[in-house]
Every structure is written in structure tokens, then in C-alpha cells.
């Protein structure tokens, strides 16, 4: 039996975000007798020791906020020449692709993906404009062009985004399907009775607009006191977001959850998912809130295609904090039963992973050969 080809993907980390989830939702569904995955990663994360139980290498070099720009371009120079036999790089670092796969082509690498999971970048002036000059070598490097939405494609595909190919941030959609059981133990798990629940999966960055979340959870619990926010992620701002919850003086009312590994039962206890984003690609987190049949209200930024047509989504400029309490209050008033059926409307949409780890399979697959 032939050897499975094995594919690098290139990461900072391998921990909970969109794009690692989705990476790993397709690792766990390809057939890997025929497709191996590998990583290039500058960090410890949470998923390495699956990683290695799937059969995957994981490789580390210094990330250039350690090593610096030459530091870092040397370190990738060096792990492509001694890598070269790689058929295939799958890079998901949106601007910064651009340094990664240079090298790649540089050591002889026949196919470099560069994969779009966002529609904004993180860090001040400096750094912004540091990825936008190494963004300079996608299109000239770039074999392909993935992008999780149109809205992705655009953002760092410019003109090429129309040849740009579009692969759903695909789920497990049978896992998140509503349960009234695991609803109950959940909430008895976090010590929550009948309270309303709002609840955020995130990581705790700018991007994720928590302090915004906190100034309108603050306000609605106000008028319902007997509200909860349950937090999920961690990040380089939590401490922040903690104490911005003591200056409100919400902490009795808002739970901080860390990084978890069962967000498909933990959803089961939100009654509100509340997404304030200023800036996305098209966020796994949402597409499995609906597959859990939860109301969300979220933030104009955030692209449309996001919306799978379940009368889940409500799209909300992100102006005022009192036109998010007035549509919590509304929110809160009708509390909606969860409608399995919508798991088909989810498939129907192509959100299925195994169809999306199928598709992606035959693509690397007829580039292997």
C-alpha cells in the first residue's frame, strides 16, 4: 500500500482559534491513509498532542516577534531546504503567508496554498504595515488561493479574489444538535438555574470587541438581574477584560470559562449568543451556534454569508450600546425552542466537514500525483 502524501500546514499555533479548529476538523475527517497532515508552528498549542496521536510532525521555529525579521526569514529559508520534499504548503497565516511561502518556492516546493481566514489583521501601525509588505509575495508564490468567505477572498486576494476558491468553515453538524439533557447538566455543571444566559466564544483580542460586550451586558443586567455571561477563550487582553468586569461591578454576574474542549455541549446552555466583532472571516463559532439552534446577535462587520438562513442571525451596527440592550431585551423575551431539522439546512448550505474534508482531500490529492 502506497504512503499517504503529507501536507504542511503552516500556523503560529495549533490552540482554539476558527482557523485551528477548522484545520483540525479536517484532519479527524480526511482518510489518512491517502492524506497526512504536518505543522509549522512557532508555539506550543492545545491540539499538538492530538496532532502527533493522528500521525501528524509537528515542526518550531521562532516567530519573528522573537527571532526578528532577518531571525525569521533565515529560520524559514532553513526549514524549506531541509524540508524541500514537501509536494504541498498550506499556509493559514493571511498576510504573513507571503515570507512563508517564498521561502517555500525558493527550496523548490510545487504547490504553496495560501489560505484566507480573515478580513482585518491584528497590531498597530508598525506590524499592519509589516504583514502588508509581506503580503507583497502571496500573489507571486501562491499556486492557489483558498479563502473561508467572499469577504476573506477580497480582504487579502484583492483582484484575484474572483479565482479564489471558497472552502466552508465546516462542522460536525450532528455533534451541536440540541439536546434538553445536556442543557440541564451544563448549567448544572457552571451552578446556573433559569437564569437568562448570554454566552461568547472567543479569543480575548481586539478583534473580538470584549470590552464593548461588557458596557452593553453591564446596561442589560440593569434591567434583567438575573442574567449571566459566560465567557470562553483566553488571550493576551483577558486580564484586561477581567478587570473592566470589577470597574462595572458585574463579576457576580459574569463567568469566565477559559479554553475549552467542549464548546459543541457548552452551547447548549447559552440562551444568546452575543458576537460583537470588529473584523471576521466567517467565524466557525457561529455557524455552530446555529447548528445548536441559537438566536445571535452580531455585528454589521461581520459578512453575510455567515447567515445560513435558520432566522438565527441579527446583524447590528456597532454605534450605540443602547440599540444592543433594546435587542437583547427582545431577544430575552422570546426564548426559542431548538429545531433539529435545521442540521439538514446546514448540510444543504455545505457546512458539512466530511463533504468539505472530501473536497479537499481530492483537490491535494490530484496536485499530489
Not at 61 to 84: M, Q
Not at 107 to 133: Q, R, V
Not at 204 to 211: G, L
Amino acid at each position: 500500500m502506497s504512503k499517504p502524501i503529507r501536507v504542511l500546514h503552516v500556523v503560529v499555533n495549533m490552540n482554539r482559534g476558527g482557523a485551528e479548529t477548522l484545520i483540525m476538523n479536517l484532519y479527524r475527517n480526511i482518510d489518512r491513509s491517502k492524506v497526512q497532515f504536518d505543522f509549522l508552528t512557532c508555539k506550543d498549542g492545545i491540539f499538538d498532542s492530538e496532532i502527533k496521536e493522528l500521525g501528524g510532525t509537528i515542526y518550531r521555529i521562532p516567530y519573528v516577534s522573537e527571532a526578528g525579521h532577518f531571525g525569521y526569514i533565515k529560520s524559514l529559508n532553513d526549514f524549506f531546504s531541509r524540508h524541500d520534499d514537501y509536494t504541498i504548503v498550506h499556509s493559514h497565516l493571511n498576510r504573513m503567508s507571503g515570507f512563508v511561502l517564498r521561502a517555500a518556492k525558493k527550496a523548490g516546493i510545487h504547490y504553496c496554498i495560501t489560505h484566507s481566514h480573515n478580513t482585518g489583521g491584528e497590531g498597530g501601525i508598525l506590524t499592519k504595515g509589516y504583514k502588508w509588505y509581506s503580503g507583497l509575495f502571496i500573489p507571486s508564490n501562491s499556486d492557489y488561493t483558498l479563502a473561508c468567505s467572499q469577504a476573506a477572498a477580497k480582504w487579502l486576494f484583492g483582484k484575484r479574489s474572483s479565482s479564489t476558491t471558497l472552502l466552508n468553515n465546516g462542522i460536525e453538524p450532528e455533534l451541536f444538535s440540541y439536546s434538553p439533557d445536556i442543557r440541564m447538566t451544563k448549567r448544572m455543571e457552571l451552578g446556573i438555574s433559569d437564569q437568562f444566559v448570554i454566552g461568547h466564544v472567543g479569543r480575548f483580542t481586539k478583534q473580538k470587541n470584549h470590552k464593548f460586550l461588557l458596557e452593553v451586558f453591564a446596561e442589560f443586567v440593569k434591567r434583567k438581574p438575573e442574567s449571566i455571561l459566560l465567557l470562553c477563550g483566553d488571550g493576551i487582553l483577558r486580564k484586561d477584560i477581567e478587570q473592566r468586569v470589577n470597574e462595572l461591578n458585574i463579576q457576580s454576574k459574569v463567568k469566565f470559562l477559559g479554553v475549552r474542549s467542549d464548546i459543541n455541549k457548552l452551547l447548549q446552555a447559552f440562551d444568546l449568543f452575543v458576537f460583537p466583532s470588529l473584523h471576521e472571516g466567517l467565524p466557525v463559532t457561529l455557524i455552530e451556534a446555529q447548528a445548536a439552534g441559537i438566536p445571535c446577535l452580531i455585528s454589521e462587520e461581520i459578512t453575510k454569508e455567515v447567515d445560513m438562513g435558520l432566522e438565527l442571525m441579527k446583524f447590528i451596527e456597532l454605534t450605540s450600546v443602547d440599540s444592543w440592550v433594546t435587542e437583547l431585551e427582545n431577544s430575552s423575551v422570546e426564548r426559542r425552542e431548538r429545531n433539529t431539522s435545521k442540521l439538514k439546512m446546514l448540510r444543504d448550505k455545505g457546512y458539512d466537514i466530511k463533504n468539505t474534508a472530501r473536497w479537499l482531500e481530492d483537490f491535494y490529492l490530484s496536485n499530489a500525483r
